[in-house]
């Protein structure tokens, strides 16, 4: 076998490869021993079958396994050769007749990782917050714990529906005189007025109480999820079955020990504690940012277009789950190209970002673990709410064990790059807006969590 290598640009390599009729006779052979081994046809014992008799019957199954064989040797012997790791799969560009007795060529390209210049990123100067807790922001955060373990109980007096009731409803929807199933549902519980349901049929049921019925018609929004219903009007029957209105706990030591404290005044202490570490974690991550970015402007290079290509389908596919969560059809975003020109400069900067941090992780010389893969699978699983062993599966089923370490090096490489930064802390601003860190799932099961390691 012999090949050559020509650089398309300066992450791409195209590979030609030239194979006399020898090694192809051999391979097939080869292919030919493995498959008649277990093969019985009358006639003949089993792996008794000659082995001419096998190729004749069976040309298209041996050859085709004889190619994928040789392909495969061929791939390790030359990347091997050429000391490079592709950043993603190899692609056949042409490939000629594989038959015995002949010569054999094909070429295939790859992309790899581009050499980067790093500047210098030891002693950076970055400037962060210093994080202090208010007593607003404390409230707000026990607030939060009082919503998750609400109540909802039963209205016993004849009222509306109002804004943030569970109301339990049982509807049909009529195209025509043709009822639609798939639409039509019995008790079916939803949140009142917070844009669970569509305008149109809250309407429906807006002057009702319990035991009321209505019926009118409703006009789908043209960038509603199912498409045959998009723009359409259809006939509804709707009857309100009762209202259920949400009673928040006291807020006292019996409320503590819901998550193990003895004391209102013990958890208050463990929230604010949380509290801080999350807004101290934030705080970090926008100086981080600020670091990184102060790297990835003095860095030019090329990028490979299949890692563009990837991160631009992770962005795609997250804004399409978006729409769909809010019930409207995704197409309403645009065309697959579209999106793609919208997107692809938030791509690139992704990728550009994630090269650099691998490149001073090469450089610093920072592994990964099986250890740290494995935790990093248990907590985005139960951040997902799934099972450990579901997600290593995927990881491994769509070849992304190799950028789930990637991403966990590419964040070790950031807090060596932090490590080494010179921080100036700044006294916090007077109002902090920090409601999107007090997330109450979140504050309830670390809660839970730290005492429990008590």
């Keep these: 076998m012999e090949y050559t290598v020509e650089e398309l640009s300066p992450v791409k ?9 020898e090694e192809i006779d051999a391979a097939i052979n080869a292919a030919v021993s493995i498959f008649k081994k277990d093969l019985k046809l009358p006639g003949f014992r089993k792996g008794k079958v000659p082995s001419n ?19 495969n040797v061929h791939f390790n012997e030359i990347l091997g050769e050429m000391g490079v790791t592709p950043v993603s799969g190899l692609h056949l560009d042409s490939v000629n007749d594989f038959e015995r007795g002949s010569d054999f060529s094909y070429t295939f390209s790859f992309e790899i990782k581009p050499k980067i210049d790093l500047p210098e990123y030891h002693g950076l100067k970055v400037k962060q917050k210093k994080v202090e807790i208010t007593e607003e922001q404390l409230n707000r955060a026990l607030e939060s714990l009082r919503e998750r373990f609400a109540q909802y109980e039963v209205i016993k007096e004849d009222r509306k529906p109002q804004k943030g009731d569970k109301v339990v409803v049982s509807f049909k929807f009529y195209d025509g005189d043709k009822l639609l199933k798939d639409m039509s549902k019995d008790f079916f519980e939803f949140y009142y007025g917070v844009g669970d349901a569509l305008e149109d049929f809250e309407k429906l049921i807006a002057d009702l109480v319990p035991g009321g019925k209505n019926q009118g018609e409703i006009t789908f929004p043209e960038d509603f999820i199912n498409k045959d219903l998009a723009g359409k009007t259809v006939r509804v029957e709707v009857e309100l079955h009762n209202i259920k209105e949400k009673v928040l706990p006291k807020l006292d030591d019996k409320f503590a020990e819901k998550f193990a404290f003895k004391s209102l005044d013990e958890l208050k202490e463990r929230v604010k504690e949380r509290l801080k570490q999350e807004m101290e974690d934030m705080e970090k991550s926008l100086a981080q940012k600020k670091l990184l970015d102060q790297i990835v402007e003095k860095v030019d290079v090329v990028l490979p277009e299949t890692l563009v290509e990837r991160q631009l389908k992770i962005i795609i ?3 399409r789950e978006k729409v769909e969560r809010q019930g409207k059809n995704p197409d309403i975003l645009g065309t697959e190209e579209e999106l793609k020109q ?8 992704i990728v550009k970002a994630q090269l650099v941090l691998l490149e001073i992780a090469e450089r610093e010389e920072i592994t990964v673990t099986e250890e740290e893969v494995e935790r990093k699978i248990f907590f985005t699983a139960y951040e997902m709410g799934i099972d450990p062993q579901t997600l290593r599966e995927f990881y491994i089923k769509n070849n992304l064990m190799y950028a789930l370490r990637d ?5 070790k490489a950031m807090e060596k790059v932090y490590e080494y930064a010179e921080v100036e802390y700044e006294e916090p601003e007077n109002e902090q807006n920090k409601e999107d860190m007090e997330k109450p799932n979140e504050q309830e099961s670390q809660v839970h969590a730290e005492k429990s390691e008590e």
């Design 13 to 21: 390599r195209k590979v030609t490869v030239k194979v006399p009729a």
């Design 53 to 71: 008799i096998v190729e004749q019957r069976f040309k298209r199954e041996v050859y085709g396994q004889a190619e994928i064989d040789l392909l």
């Design 317 to 319: 596919d997250r804004e």
């Design 342 to 349: 919208k997107f692809k400069e938030e791509a690139e900067a």
């Design 407 to 411: 991403s966990i090096l590419a964040d």
